[in-house]
């Protein structure tokens, strides 16, 4: 009984982290970027809040994560507004090109953390 | 992708409605927590339902337990489309292209098309069984192919994200 408690707990926390990190499959982690640049356009939507980002001639759409996060995180509309200079660490799109999802974004000297 | 999904879907995607579950703070939040919820009530409905038809809960006459599952089913099916569709709409343009969206889809209308065969087919052998009557061949068939089809389902459901 014991035993099967425990594979459940275990399915459960693995189905937890699975859940928590959907869609990173198609996001290469061994071939991280940092983006830096001005924020073009910015989405504060689910289910993934969204900002473009103009860097080295290039327009990337930077997938951020779902606005209850981020707003608990401290990352606010205000904070990810068209314009800011910010700089996303974060892994690119195995499916679309210039498309990256963000482990981090600095704006204004502060990081928020978005896993 | 955008630009190769059916223009209606578009539409509905970048509509006041699209966007109002978009940006609201709990519209989205509720929609996927009702979603599973929903399908969790589902599931342990439609498990009665095939169980019975392949013999087991034998204590209880088949239509008589079937038609009393099948209620909670039905209400919890409605609540999936209701959620499904707000999650759907957020994302139209891309979710209509998702491969195992599709698949899905399907899987969906095969899982209706089981219950029709059963309702204007299997169920007439059904009605009046007497509790513990060994069950025929065809309700056999539709109570497999109605868990198959149905665990089909929620594992596409769960992989759209990753595709």
Same mark, same amino acid.
């Given at each position: 009984?014991?035993?099967?408690?425990?594979?459940?707990?275990?399915?459960?926390?693995?189905?937890?982290?699975?859940?928590?990190?959907?869609?990173?499959?198609?996001?290469?982690?061994?071939?991280?970027?940092?983006?830096?640049?001005?924020?073009?356009?910015?989405?504060?939507?689910?289910?993934?809040?969204?900002?473009?980002?103009?860097?080295?001639?290039?327009?990337?759409?930077?997938?951020?994560?779902?606005?209850?996060?981020?707003?608990?995180?401290?990352?606010?509309?205000?904070?990810?507004?068209?314009?800011?200079?910010?700089?996303?660490?974060?892994?690119?799109?195995?499916?679309?090109?210039?498309?990256?999802?963000?482990?981090?974004?600095?704006?204004?000297?502060?990081?928020?953390?978005?896993? | 992708?955008?630009?190769?999904?059916?223009?209606?879907?578009?539409?509905?995607?970048?509509?006041?409605?699209?966007? #109002?579950?978009?940006?609201?703070?709990? $519209?989205? @939040? *509720?929609?996927? /927590?009702?979603?599973? &919820?929903?399908? !969790?009530?589902? =599931?342990?409905?439609?498990?009665?339902?095939?169980?019975?038809?392949?013999?087991?809960?034998?204590?209880?006459?088949?239509?008589?337990?079937?038609?009393?599952?099948?209620?909670?089913?039905?209400?919890?099916?409605?609540?999936?489309?209701?959620?499904?569709?707000?999650?759907?709409? #957020?994302?139209?343009?891309?979710?209509? $292209?998702? @491969? *195992?969206?599709? /698949?899905?889809?399907? &899987?969906?209308? !095969?899982?209706? =098309?089981?219950?029709?065969?059963?309702?204007?087919?299997?169920?007439?052998?059904?009605?009046?069984?007497?509790?513990?009557?060994?069950?025929?061949?065809?309700?056999?068939?539709?109570?497999?192919?109605?868990?198959?089809?149905?665990?089909?389902?929620?594992?596409?459901?769960?992989?759209?994200?990753?595709?």
């Amino acid at each position: 009984m014991l035993r099967a408690m425990t594979a459940v707990t275990a399915l459960a926390l693995a189905g937890g982290a699975a859940f928590a990190h959907h869609g990173w499959g198609s996001y290469d982690a061994a071939k991280p970027v940092t983006v830096t640049g001005a924020i073009a356009t910015s989405k504060y939507e689910n289910p993934h809040a969204t900002i473009t980002v103009r860097s080295d001639g290039k327009v990337w759409t930077v997938t951020l994560a779902p606005t209850s996060r981020m707003s608990s995180r401290g990352a606010s509309a205000e904070v990810i507004a068209v314009g800011k200079s910010v700089s996303a660490y974060g892994y690119p799109s195995t499916a679309t090109p210039d498309e990256m999802r963000a482990e981090r974004i600095t704006i204004d000297g502060k990081t928020y953390e978005l896993r | 992708m955008t630009g190769e999904a059916p223009a209606i879907l578009v539409a509905l995607e970048e509509s006041g409605f699209g966007a #109002a579950i978009r940006q609201s703070v709990w $519209l989205f @939040p *509720v929609a996927n /927590v009702g979603h599973i &919820l929903a399908l !969790a009530v589902f =599931a342990g409905a439609i498990a009665i339902m095939d169980v019975r038809l392949l013999g087991g809960l034998a204590a209880t006459a088949p239509v008589r337990l079937i038609m009393r599952a099948r209620s909670v089913a039905i209400a919890a099916f409605v609540l999936l489309a209701a959620t499904g569709f707000l999650l759907f709409t #957020a994302e139209a343009s891309h979710l209509a $292209l998702n @491969p *195992v969206f599709q /698949v899905k889809l399907a &899987l969906i209308a !095969a899982g209706l =098309a089981n219950l029709a065969v059963f309702e204007f087919g299997v169920k007439r052998a059904l009605v009046g069984l007497a509790p513990g009557t060994i069950m025929p061949t065809s309700a056999k068939t539709a109570g497999l192919l109605s868990l198959a089809i149905w665990i089909a389902v929620a594992a596409c459901g769960r992989s759209i994200a990753y595709f």
